[in-house]
């Protein structure tokens, strides 16, 4: 019997050490990225949520208050179709559509190659509106200055409970459809105490996307982060 008909079959086993993150390279990536953009002064706020909450409602109202203080761009992700990016381009600010290509996250090479699209060369904010989902967007540091997540009141108070990745990646948490909160078992002040069980720092602001309430706030809140981070160079 030769040596290796007498290996076990722990022996025939190649183990490899992983001695670094599988998310190491994208890491990197994503802060080159983001030290580029901080030097261009160029703000990208990456949102993300479900399918259905109202991602691009929500951004049609963001940009109709910020469209005259701030030159404004859009990326919309999505598997596939360009009916977000056509809804943006309408608003009168410049828009792209990208394809993920079945992939349900973006990561910062894709991100990279969406804005030499975009060409944000004269912008002040850049918005990426991430593939809908609460679970792979948040693994992947995109390169963005900030990260912001919108949850509509169908989906239920609970969800910092379930999907705790998420908001804790997020610096604000949008909490949309609050004009159907009385037809919904949805707790505003438990979801409050649940976001912050995942990030005490996270800013919180209802709204309604389709009425409008609220979103004063939430477009002050943004125009003062461009403006800071700009200042900040």
Not at 165 to 174: A, E, N
Not at 207 to 216: L, M, P, R
């Amino acid at each position: 019997m030769t040596r290796k008909e007498q290996l076990t079959p722990m022996e025939k086993v190649k183990i490899l050490a992983i001695k670094q993150s599988v998310f190491a390279n994208n890491d990197a990536q994503a802060s080159a990225l983001r030290e580029e953009l901080k030097r261009k002064g160029i703000y990208l706020l990456n949102l993300m949520s479900s399918p259905g909450s109202g991602k691009t409602t929500t951004l049609t109202q963001l940009i109709g208050a910020l469209k005259d203080e701030l030159r404004i761009g859009v990326m919309e992700a999505d598997i596939d179709s360009d009916v977000d990016a056509k809804t943006i381009t309408a608003t009168g600010v410049k828009a792209i559509q990208l394809h993920t290509g079945g992939m349900c996250h973006l990561d910062a090479a894709m991100t990279r190659q969406g804005l030499e699209g975009l060409d944000p060369g004269e912008l002040d904010l850049v918005i990426l509106e991430n593939v809908g989902n609460l679970v792979c967007p948040a693994e992947f540091d995109t390169g963005a200055s900030a990260n912001c997540m919108i949850l509509s009141v169908p989906e239920g108070h609970d969800k910092p409970l379930k999907y705790p990745l998420m908001f804790q990646v997020c610096d604000t948490v949008i909490i949309n459809k609050m004009d159907v909160q009385p037809y919904f078992d949805f707790d505003l002040d438990k979801c409050t105490e649940y976001i912050h069980m995942r990030n005490p720092k996270a800013r919180i602001f209802p709204i309604s996307a389709k009425t409008g309430n609220g979103v004063d706030a939430l477009a002050a809140w943004l125009k003062a982060e461009v403006i800071a981070w700009k200042g900040e160079n």
